[in-house]
């Protein structure tokens, strides 16, 4: 049973935007948090931004003032608005939900579902 499903990745030149978009069925997006995360060639996957039930939003160092992570509960939707993109964006994002409450917003481990990720292609 497919329960996250990523859209939105694309290829745009450093400076352009992207808005991705991550449907969750309606038990997983009713979990306590939800998070961005990205991957790309030869390194390790890493947090970017993350949202618990109360609204609280979490991101890393390297995106903040560029990115916003957001939610349509109408639409049981994650979104991630990609602005002022560089090239050390260039990954494969994954969009991940169901983490234990009091865990670490950036950590694979704290994940149980995780998206098939959509490509974010920067070029210079």
């Known amino acids: 049973e497919v329960q996250l499903v990523e859209s939105g990745g694309g290829s745009v030149q450093a400076g352009g935007s992207l808005k991705l978009s991550c449907v969750a069925s309606?038990?997983?997006?009713?979990?306590?948090?939800m998070a961005w995360f990205r991957q790309a060639p030869g390194k390790e996957r890493e947090g970017v931004a993350g949202?618990?039930?109360?609204?609280?939003?979490r991101y890393a160092d390297s995106v903040k003032g560029r990115l916003t992570i957001s939610q349509d509960n109408a639409k049981n939707t994650l979104y991630l608005q990609m602005n002022s993109l560089q090239p050390e964006d260039t990954a494969m994002y994954y969009c991940?939900?169901?983490?234990?409450?009091?865990?670490?917003?950036?950590?694979?481990?704290?994940?149980?579902?995780w998206g098939q990720g959509t490509q974010v292609t920067v070029s210079s």
């Open positions: 949202i618990d039930s109360d609204g609280n939003e």
């Open positions: 309606e038990y997983i997006y009713r979990s306590y948090c």
């Open positions: 991940a939900a169901d983490c234990q409450y009091g865990g670490s917003w950036y950590e694979v481990y704290e994940y149980n579902a």
